[in-house]
């Protein structure tokens, strides 16, 4: 067995995940590969899940009985743990949503709805990067359509980081939001979030980042990061599906508007007018994902006490173990960063003439699970010249053994297209 310094105790982590026991294709084990679309999950948030639904079921906020007060406290506790997680200043900046990319859109549209100084118009920029997932990249086309901003990008270069070269020409004074991924989600590539936030805060911009394929993997730390906004999902993150968060300066989330109306989010309401709660109720418009929330809570204590730290050191070994191992593939091209440095746990690649679909399905015959595709960032595609790619992503739970297999398997990929 392959032996890499820093690795977590993968053989106990792995008993705290039910799927990765299972077998398809004839009794194959499954070598989950994947964790970049979605985690799998431990029993130790299926049980918050389960203790929640059978012993703590009922509308949060709302009801004055032993129960409903039992319910608000493990939500409003969720809540706790997220802004501890992340380092919020406080509890209140903490929005839940149901994923990131209901967290991006509302950002898009308080901005379109606002007064000055924070209001998108026709005379103003926004800007984002050419390797973004669609999820920050079609909220602000349907801004810039809505309002008539120009929306401008950063480029990528030919190995698959940004191009800041003319981050001052990208950047302006008319620019009012500057919203790009802090790993991205197809590559890899971890952004240089210091340069780019210290130009939009010299021009005066907001900053939101997309931190979706950050906060599973490393300390994300939304003081030291300095944006005005961070977005990610708890699915990816050991957590359930259905539960998302924005996190949001407390000063903005106090002057933007609301952008979804109803139960919860109010103050005082006649037929003529209403006003709002203050935040975080104020951006949580009817009944929220409750059981989603105290699975997200449970997520980040399984989290937690395994360190982040300890984490990513394991993702690092594993991702250049795996760099390391594909290039002694023949014809297999990686798209993005090619070293271990600088980048995430997920790599994209194209294996000579073979269509990625083709390469996933021979895999799954191995019990092999891999993503194809575009990965929802298509313009990435289309900037390298190519239809899709195979993308292998890692985890906590990720070995080296299951590093070997995929190597295995995309050799017998070949083989078996001659």
Same mark, same amino acid.
Request: aromatic share 6%.
């Given at each position: ?90 509890? $209140? %900046?903490? @929005?839940?949503? *149901?994923?990131?990319?209901? #967290?991006?859109? +509302? /950002?898009? &549209?308080?901005? =379109? ?54 981050? $001052? %020409?990208? @950047?302006?004074? *008319?620019?009012?939001?500057? #919203?790009?991924? +802090? /790993?991205? &989600?197809?590559? =890899? ?230």
């Amino acid at each position: 067995m392959t032996q890499l310094p820093g690795l977590l105790d993968t053989e106990a982590i792995r008993k705290d995940f039910p799927l990765l026991d299972r077998t398809v294709h004839d009794g194959k084990k499954i070598v989950y590969l994947d964790s970049a679309a979605t985690s799998q999950k431990p029993r130790q948030v299926l049980d918050a899940l389960n203790e929640y639904y059978e012993r703590h079921n009922a509308n949060v906020h709302r009801g004055v009985y032993t129960i409903a007060e039992e319910a608000t406290a493990l939500y409003e506790g969720a809540r706790d743990k997220v802004a501890a997680f992340i380092n919020a200043p406080s509890r $209140n %900046e903490v @929005i839940f949503t *149901k994923n990131a990319s209901e #967290s991006l859109n +509302l /950002v898009a &549209n308080m901005l =379109g709805w606002a007064d000055e100084p924070y209001r998108v118009d026709h005379e103003t920029e926004i800007v984002t990067t050419e390797m973004e997932h669609h999820s920050n990249i079609v909220p602000w086309q349907l801004l810039s359509q809505r309002t008539g901003a120009k929306l401008k990008w950063f480029g990528i270069t030919d190995d698959g980081r940004l191009d800041l070269s003319n981050i $001052n %020409e990208i @950047i302006t004074e *008319k620019t009012k939001i500057v #919203s790009f991924t +802090l /790993v991205s &989600n197809i590559m =890899g590539t971890i952004n240089p979030v210091e340069q780019i936030v210290r130009r939009a805060q010299e021009v005066g911009a907001l900053v939101c980042i997309d931190a979706s394929q950050a906060a599973p993997h490393m300390v994300l730390d939304v003081q030291a990061l300095q944006a005005d906004f961070v977005a990610f999902t708890g699915h990816k993150m050991v957590g359930p599906t259905g539960i998302g968060v924005l996190w949001g300066r407390q000063e903005l989330l106090e002057d933007l508007p609301p952008f979804l109306g109803g139960g919860e989010m109010i103050e005082t309401v006649s037929m003529h007018s209403s006003t709002y709660a203050p935040a975080p109720h104020k951006f949580e418009a009817g009944t929220p994902p409750i059981a989603q929330a105290v699975g997200l809570g449970a997520a980040v204590d399984y989290l937690s006490a395994i360190g982040m730290e300890n984490i990513h050191r394991h993702e690092q070994a594993i991702t250049a173990y795996a760099v390391k191992r594909l290039l002694e593939v023949p014809d297999l091209r990686i798209i993005g960063p090619a070293t271990a440095e600088d980048r995430g746990a997920t790599i994209s690649f194209t294996l000579g003439d073979i269509h990625p679909h083709d390469v996933g399905q021979v895999l799954d015959e191995e019990g092999i699970a891999v993503r194809v595709g575009h990965h929802c960032a298509r313009p990435v595609c289309l900037r390298y010249g190519i239809p899709a790619t195979t993308r292998a992503s890692f985890y906590l739970y990720s070995t080296p053994a299951e590093v070997d297999a995929l190597v295995d398997g995309l050799n017998h990929v070949r083989n078996f297209f001659g």
